[in-house]
């Protein structure tokens, strides 16, 4: 099992395969990724089984999570993110990057790992 990566590396997998994720780790634990997405791109990801962590390697965005209605009220959040910023998503909640004004690289940690 590889134990370590260079973000560098990664990055060229990730181009060479022509896939927005790739995933560089899996055990029963936890997976981990490396998400892309062209600036002015769209990010089409459903809510996903399991809780997930981002960071925000380089480029800008928006990222909205959207929790749902609750007695008081929607429960959305519209957050700039940039290099840097750290983000969590509970597991089954709505959420997506938009407006991407740059590149956006993100590595993507699940817990437990992701399922299909």
Do not use: C
Not at 5 to 19: I, M
Not at 59 to 77: N, P
Not at 84 to 93: H, K, L, Q, R
């Amino acid at each position: 099992m590889k134990r370590f990566y260079q973000l560098e590396d990664l990055s060229a997998e990730q181009t060479a395969s022509s896939r927005r994720y790739l995933e560089f780790l899996h055990v029963p634990a936890m997976s981990a990724g490396l998400y892309v997405l062209p600036a002015n791109g769209r990010d089409e990801q459903k809510p996903h089984q399991q809780d997930e962590m981002y960071y925000v390697v380089r480029g800008r965005a928006r990222m909205q999570i959207t929790r749902g209605e609750t007695s008081h009220g929607d429960t959305s959040e519209d957050r700039l993110v940039k290099s840097g910023t750290v983000i969590f998503v509970e597991a089954g909640t709505e959420h997506r990057f938009h407006s991407i004004e740059e590149e956006l690289v993100v590595l993507v940690f699940f817990a437990p790992a992701e399922t299909e």
